[in-house]
């Protein structure tokens, strides 16, 4: 049985806008590109892609997880359910706003001076896979759990709006959810990894994000506000 007001439509499509932002396909098109020239070796630029995207889908689920055992052990799901839906709206409006103005004013984007720290540890890949292929593979695994939190202002409105709507039952009906939500937001990671392990090329990739950056920005941003009305007209009935 689903909570209140959610749907698996919703959820499904709240998923693939949260995984076709453009800060998701940016940090792992870079990393993509710089593993396949680093490594010169497709499996292992495949290997470290799939360390990365796997610990991202855990560290999204733990934050979910984490998220739902508060507000309903605390009793307020119902206050976050309009802080989110509240949220959703602003965030919308913020990315409706990078379409028409792209990067002008206030925007969503990683957290500031963290972009350069991505590159940092980017870099560590490639010096530590000189000594061994696994701490090269730790490094990728830290890397998707540091991308994971500094994203959360990127791509975080769509993830705290279907958490808000799950926390409306419990966290036994929840879970699934968020095995379903999760698994659907790292796809398009799995499809970036193939692009890059067959082809051996992000320049394309690079390429089609910086065409279609703005569109993404659109259908993030009209699905946010179609959703947080939708949850505020659900609440006030």
């Not at 590109?33 to 290997?47: E, I």
């Not at 999204?60 to 052990?73: A, C, P, R």
């Not at 394309?204 to 659109?218: A, Q, Y």
Request: hydrophobic content about 55%; aromatic content about 14%; some cysteine.
């Amino acid at each position: 049985m689903l909570p209140e007001g959610l749907t698996i439509p919703i959820l499904v499509v709240a998923a693939l806008v949260d995984s076709i932002n453009p800060c998701v396909f940016g940090v792992l098109i870079f990393l993509i590109a710089f593993m396949t020239k680093v490594f010169k070796s497709p499996n292992k630029m495949l290997l470290g892609g799939l360390v990365y995207t796997s610990v991202v889908y855990v560290t999204y689920l733990v934050l979910g997880v984490g998220f739902l055992k508060i507000t309903v052990s605390f009793g307020v799901s119902q206050a976050v359910y309009w802080i989110a839906a509240i949220i959703a709206v602003l965030a919308g409006l913020l990315e409706l706003k990078d379409y028409f103005w792209y990067g002008k004013g206030f925007t969503l984007q990683i957290l500031p001076g963290n972009a350069e720290r991505i590159k940092k540890y980017t870099q560590m890949i490639g010096d530590l896979q000189k000594k061994h292929i696994l701490l090269s593979l730790l490094i990728a695994a830290f890397l998707g759990f540091f991308v994971v939190l500094v994203e959360l202002p990127c791509t975080g409105a769509p993830y705290l709006a279907v958490l808000a709507l799950i926390g409306q039952g419990n966290i036994g009906e929840g879970l699934p959810l968020l095995l379903l939500y999760n698994f659907i937001f790292i796809l398009p990671l799995f499809f970036i990894i193939g692009i890059g392990y067959f082809s051996k090329s992000s320049d394309k990739l690079k390429k089609w994000r910086e065409e279609n950056k703005t569109v993404m920005r659109l259908a993030t941003g009209i699905f946010l506000i179609a959703l947080g009305v939708y949850m505020l007209y659900s609440i006030t009935g």
